[in-house]
């Protein structure tokens, strides 16, 4: 019994530690968006696309497609610099 409480508690304590990063993501590009936009209208489009879908496969609960759409986003962003 006492190795299971043990283990409950690390689970506990690590699912922070697990949670997705998505708006984290979200704000590192807003924050760019707002900063340094891309020069081509084309990628600040593509860009402000991924940025809304990410969002939408956030608040939908899909956090590794939401992470894998704004990773996208991110790497547009930092190839157009």
């Known amino acids: 019994m006492r190795r299971f ?6 689970a506990l304590l690590s699912a922070p530690v ?6 984290q993501d979200m704000a590192k590009i ?3 968006l707002k900063t340094d936009p891309p020069a ?4 600040l489009e593509q860009v ?3 940025r809304a ?8 609960g899909d956090h590794a ?3 894998r759409v704004l990773g996208e986003a ?3 962003l930092q190839s157009s610099e």
Do not use: Q, T
Request: hydrophobic share 40%.
């Open 65 to 67: 497609e939401s992470e």
């Open 74 to 76: 991110l790497n547009l």
């Open 18 to 23: 697990l949670a997705s990063h998505c708006p």
């Open 53 to 60: 879908e990410g969002e939408e496969l956030h608040k939908s």
């Open 40 to 43: 081509d209208p084309a990628v």
């Open 48 to 50: 402000k696309k991924l």
């Open 5 to 10: 409480a043990v283990l409950l508690v690390a």
């Open 30 to 32: 807003d924050e760019i």
